[in-house]
Structures are given as structure tokens and as C-alpha cells.
Nanobody, 127 residues
């Protein structure tokens, strides 16, 4: 049984930082591309960041330079370091795992199906 469990969300002031974690089990984590999505109330879910098994990354434009995704394959854990947070970053953040992978430099979202999802962790940024 695949499980993705996010943690690290919370309430933070604008300009602050949070680090999200996603603990994965039941998948071959080291061979899986992983993604961070977010969904704000009344808005569509959007891909924030993706990371391939080799550490290749993609970031959506609004978070470039502020967010960093990383992974520890030995611990089956995905991270999202979020700095310089803005009120518009407020959303539920979800971790997702793909049975596929990607590698290289991506300026557009890697075309990957995400097969497994976590339950989400809330991030609220106050102004």
C-alpha cells in the first residue's frame, strides 16, 4: 500500500519560511519522480515543483528563486523549502508520486502522470 504523508505546514508571516516534508512508503522512491502541488480555495490545483530521481527539478514561475525541492532517497522523503513566503502562497500543499521519471532542465512542467497523492498540509501566510 502506497502512502505519502506530508508534514510541516502551518501559519507564518509574509517573508517567513517553512519546510514541508513528504514521507513515502510502498513505492520505489528512488526511481520515482515526485511533485508538489498546491490548491487554494476557489482555484485550480497547480504544480509548484517537480523533482526527478536524479534531482532534476522544475519550478513554476511564481516560486522560482524562493522554493527549493529536494529529496533524500535513503530516507524515502521529499522536501520543499519555502522562503520569502507571500500571502498568495496560501494553499493546501500536496505531495505526489509518479511511476514515471524525468531528467534534465525543464522550463515547462514535465509531462508526467502522478499516480499517488498525499492528504495535504495547509500553508497559511499572513500579511
Amino acid at each position: 500500500q502506497v502512502q505519502l504523508v506530508e508534514s510541516g505546514g502551518g501559519l507564518v508571516q509574509a517573508g517567513g519560511s517553512l519546510r514541508l516534508s513528504c514521507a513515502a512508503s510502498g513505492i520505489i522512491f528512488g526511481l520515482s519522480a515526485m511533485g508538489w502541488y498546491r490548491q487554494a480555495p476557489g482555484k485550480e490545483r497547480e504544480l509548484v515543483a517537480a523533482i526527478g530521481s536524479d534531482g532534476s527539478t522544475y519550478y513554476t514561475g511564481s516560486v522560482k528563486g524562493r522554493f527549493t525541492s529536494s529529496r533524500d532517497n535513503a530516507k524515502n522523503t521529499l522536501y520543499l523549502q519555502m522562503n520569502s513566503l507571500k500571502p498568495e502562497d496560501t494553499a493546501m500543499y500536496y505531495c505526489a508520486a509518479s511511476k514515471s521519471d524525468f531528467s534534465g532542465i525543464y522550463n515547462v512542467p514535465p509531462h508526467l502522470p502522478y499516480d499517488y497523492w498525499g492528504q495535504g498540509t495547509q500553508v497559511t501566510v499572513s500579511s
